[in-house]
């Protein structure tokens, strides 16, 4: 996920540093947070897991990464620091799920994932966002987009991986082992890229958040809260929509190349659009994928909620990062610390409905409703809130 022919120095040009924050959020989030879901159905199949623990796990993730978040906010030391430790921490935590541990210490190394993803996507996405400031117009565009399509690219790498191993003896440890493996070699591989970039404190200790920090941020907890349910549980619909075939398995890859793509794509032809208009727009969209899955059953209407919602909740994250940025001032980077700790709320909330709803013998339809219903609700919002200059 690293290209060889970048040296050391590899986050001191605006391409460069690009590129590895593409690498280092296919890594923290497309492996450390999304890996789960292509490999839920196989632990589902080899009654390590049912639907219920399958939720607690993936709330555990996202209760750790909400206390990632919530760290970052006050992280004392560099950001280079905290991008290499989350690395190493997701993949020696993905590895550990390949451990026949048995549900607590899963819920521990999946919690652990999270705070390490969450420290990741903070800390490097200020990291290249500051370093794109000083390039030209076009470029910074063009390479907002690149930097956020590493979450895309992690999906597809987990996905393949997983529909490879699909027919080994123990499919889930194999995917396991397949996916940490990858988040361990390219963790090895960035270990000095964002040094040149990122010296001193991650945050400034004393910048006041500005007025509108916690209405954004419980917009953005809409969102997380809107796109986890599909995002966690996708290939596990489309396993049971398909009775099991092998088709299932090009779900979770589909989705994550619409997700690569969708961020360039924006930034490349809406470019100038506000960055708060496009969340928004992502957020209507958004909420027409994961509503079509709870009217219409069968694996198109999966497929369909894959191409929507993962062409647009990275879209809408990277404008939710921009927005955060753009008011934030020189408190940036605790404001990209409130909006992912918000995030992270959302996401806890998502699949503990699904766990719910579940253990009462209820199905996808209300979880994916109300999810649709939360994203309409904070788009609208959104295209409503006046905007203010930033400090």
């Keep these: 996920m690293v290209a060889r022919g970048e040296n050391a120095g590899m986050a001191s040009s605006p391409r460069g540093c690009a590129l590895a924050g593409l690498a280092a959020l296919a890594v923290a989030l497309g492996i450390g947070r999304f890996a789960f879901t292509p490999i839920l159905p196989l632990m589902q199949a080899d009654g390590s897991l049912d639907l219920v623990r399958g939720g607690w796990l993936a709330s555990a993730n996202y209760v750790g990464y909400l206390a990632g978040g919530v760290t970052a906010i006050a992280w004392r030391w560099s950001a280079a620091a905290a991008i290499r430790v989350g690395l190493a921490a997701v993949a020696l935590s993905t590895l550990g799920m390949a451990l026949p541990a048995g549900v607590t210490a899963w819920l521990v190394l999946r919690a652990v994932a999270g705070a390490a993803s969450a420290w990741v996507l903070v800390f490097a996405s200020s990291a290249v966002l500051a370093r794109l400031d000083a390039a030209p117009a076009r470029a910074r565009a063009s390479l907002a987009g690149v930097h956020f399509a590493g979450v895309?690219?992690?999906?597809?790498?987990?996905?393949?991986?997983t529909a490879l191993v699909v027919r080994a003896e123990d499919p889930a440890r194999a995917a396991w082992i397949a996916t940490g493996t990858v988040a361990a070699v390219a963790a090895v591989m960035l270990r000095n890229r964002f040094d040149a970039g990122s010296r001193g404190r991650a945050t400034p200790a004393r910048s006041p958040?500005?007025?509108?920090?916690?209405?954004?941020a419980a917009c953005y907890a809409a969102f997380g809260f809107g796109y986890i349910i599909p995002a966690t549980f996708l290939s596990a619909m489309a396993r049971e929509a398909t009775a099991g075939g092998p088709l299932y398995v090009l779900t979770w890859p589909i989705f994550g190349a619409a997700a690569a793509a969708s961020t360039w794509l924006v930034q490349r032809s809406g470019a100038r659009l506000r960055p708060r208009t496009v969340?928004?727009?992502?957020?209507?969209?958004m909420a027409l994928g994961v509503a079509i899955p709870a009217f219409s059953p069968g694996i198109a209407a999966v497929i369909a909620s894959g191409v929507l919602v993962g062409g647009t909740?990275?879209?809408v994250t990277m404008a939710g990062m921009q927005e955060a940025r753009r008011i934030g001032g020189a408190a940036s980077s605790r404001m990209l610390g409130v909006m992912t700790s918000s995030f992270a709320f959302g996401q806890i909330v998502g699949p503990l409905l699904v766990s719910t709803l579940a253990a009462r013998g209820v199905g996808y339809g209300v979880a994916l409703e109300t999810a649709a219903a939360a994203l309409v609700a904070s788009a609208l919002f959104l295209l409503f809130l006046p905007e203010r200059e930033p400090r």
């Design 279 to 285: 969340w928004a727009c992502g957020e209507l969209v």
């Design 209 to 216: 958040l500005p007025q509108q920090a916690f209405v954004l």
């Design 313 to 315: 909740f990275m879209v």
């Design 152 to 161: 895309g690219i992690g999906i597809i790498v987990a996905g393949l991986l």
